[in-house]
């Protein structure tokens, strides 16, 4: 037997927040002291300079402020280098002797504070960082390896302008297998596919100092694989809008 019975609305009445907090971005961040064993340093961009600096990034474990309490690039960059240059030289080589969550949590801070450096500055820590090269092939390409890396993580137009410049000038100063695994990621890497970006992509991807003998069939290959799936997802896709509400 089927019974009916009455539907009513609940009576049950939800209580207003206390202490509504409004918010100008969907993007949500852990904060570092969670994930990582030492204390965050304080990272205020309220009166930066410069570039734009991209919403949800105001809670960064760098120390960039200058006396006066302002953005400053320069001591941006030599916290970047330093943190590298320790990931390289201590923290690879004896991961047993760092607190699990410490490295990713390193990469990520190196990502974040290369999304809001301009092109130069980026060559700058660049150039710094080659001076810091040993003689060992292997220790130049792993630093170059978490260079390049958390530069794309930043996602931005100006890390992947530098990246460009970079493998058009050649093998010598990246790999083919380099370029190869970071066009595989570079779609994951892109937080706002904006037309200027895309262009850039393609500039790169369709040059010739990437195809074939130039470069090994496989860059061209990944390249073009990396553009179309990027295109796709932020352009095709149904779920476009949601993926990048820009």
Do not use: W
């Amino acid at each position: 037997l089927i019974e009916q019975k009455p539907i009513s609305s609940s009576s049950m009445k939800i209580s207003e927040p206390s202490h509504p907090v409004e918010k100008k971005t969907l993007v949500y961040e852990y904060s570092l002291s969670k994930v990582s064993s030492s204390k965050p340093l304080p990272y205020i961009l309220s009166k930066a300079t410069g570039s734009k600096i991209p919403e949800g990034i105001s809670a960064i474990k760098f120390n960039s402020l200058g006396e006066d309490g302002s953005f400053n690039p320069i001591i941006l960059v030599r916290e970047i280098v330093n943190t590298i240059t320790t990931i390289v030289e201590q923290d690879l080589p004896h991961p047993e002797d760092q607190p699990k969550k410490e490295l990713p949590a390193k990469m990520l801070k190196l990502a974040r504070a290369f999304s809001i450096l301009p092109k130069a500055e980026i060559a700058d820590a660049y150039k710094q960082l080659k001076a810091k090269l040993g003689n060992s092939d292997e220790h130049k390409q792993t630093l170059k390896n978490v260079f390049f890396d958390t530069l794309l993580m930043g996602g931005s137009h100006a890390g992947i302008e530098f990246f460009k410049d970079m493998v058009l000038s050649g093998p010598t100063e990246i790999t083919d297998l380099q370029v190869a695994s970071l066009f595989t990621f570079l779609p994951n890497y892109v937080v706002v596919p904006t037309e200027q970006i895309l262009n850039t992509i393609f500039e790169l991807v369709t040059s010739s100092q990437i195809q074939y003998p130039q470069r090994s069939e496989t860059v061209y290959h990944q390249g073009i694989m990396g553009l179309t799936s990027l295109v796709h997802k932020a352009c095709v896709a149904e779920n476009r809008v949601t993926s990048y509400p820009v």
